[in-house]
């Protein structure tokens, strides 16, 4: 994401939200980008707080979620959001409570995967995404399949955020992966569906398993693409 730092060298950022933070893979980046500032990482997960909190000791973080967060208005220059808005119950109550929060004039950045576009590995890699989704939300828990790219867009500004640039990004390159590899990915999965063998879904789970194991030796692993988002909050 070499593309943030330049833009925010010159801005005074002070004070950073990251919102759905999770076990803190976006506070390494926010880290580089804004060395200076205070940072508070807020999830409503507490495992994930807990395991961050063992990673960046000068990191705060409290159990929140993005549809409810507990901060006065304006108490930000900077509120980040990265890979959860699919997790999210209401996308447009987030977002404005995140534009509630950050100072007039402050920034939203949003990392989100998307569904569109991808390549053959990218797309095994939506297969399981997908098939993970479907489990959680079989167990009551909010996880939605990824949106397109324009649909991301498209919220961002419906929510009245003014979008300064976006751009796409890629974590990896795509990988063959060797059977080893491909054996714990299929057991983790077998893990996951067996927690919902009495569902009336399990059986087209399961083809699913199949389909991911054939798939991934012929096209490889790659994470889905990116948008970065930046916005400003008048
Ligand atoms: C895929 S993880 C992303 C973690 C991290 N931000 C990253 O970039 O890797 C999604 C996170 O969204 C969190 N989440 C789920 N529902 C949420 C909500 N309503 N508000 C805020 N975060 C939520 C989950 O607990 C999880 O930590």
Redesign the pocket.
């Known amino acids: 994401m070499k593309q943030l730092k330049p833009f925010f060298i010159h801005k005074e950022i002070g004070c950073v939200l ?9 506070l390494l980046v926010l880290k580089d980008i804004f060395p200076a500032a205070k940072i508070i990482g ?4 507490n495992e ?1 707080l807990v395991s961050a909190a063992q990673k960046f000791h000068d990191v705060r973080f409290k159990r929140m ?3 409810q967060l507990d901060f006065p208005n304006h108490s930000f220059d900077v509120v980040s959001i ?3 808005l699919h ?3 209401d996308v447009d109550l ?1 977002l404005n409570e995140m534009k509630r929060v950050v100072k007039p004039g402050g920034w939203i950045i949003i ?1 989100e995967l998307f569904s569109d576009n991808l390549n053959e590995a990218q797309q095994v890699h939506r297969m399981v995404h997908h098939f993970g989704s479907r489990i959680d939300r079989i167990q009551g828990i ?1 996880h939605n399949q990824a949106f397109k790219k324009h649909e991301i867009l498209q919220l961002v500004n419906e929510a009245g955020i003014k979008i300064q640039f976006h751009f796409e990004h890629k974590k990896e390159e795509n990988k063959k992966l060797t059977s080893v590899e491909v054996n714990e990915k299929v057991a983790k999965m077998k893990k996951r569906l067996d927690t919902v063998k009495t569902h009336p879904d399990y059986e087209t789970l399961k083809l699913q398993i199949n389909e991911f194991r054939e798939k991934v030796v012929v096209f490889g692993f790659q994470s889905a693409t990116r948008v970065v988002i930046v916005g400003q909050v008048s």
């Open positions: 990251d919102v759905g933070t999770g076990s803190g893979n976006f807020v999830d409503p997960n994930s979620s993005a549809e990265s890979m959860a997790h999210l119950t987030a990392n909010n």
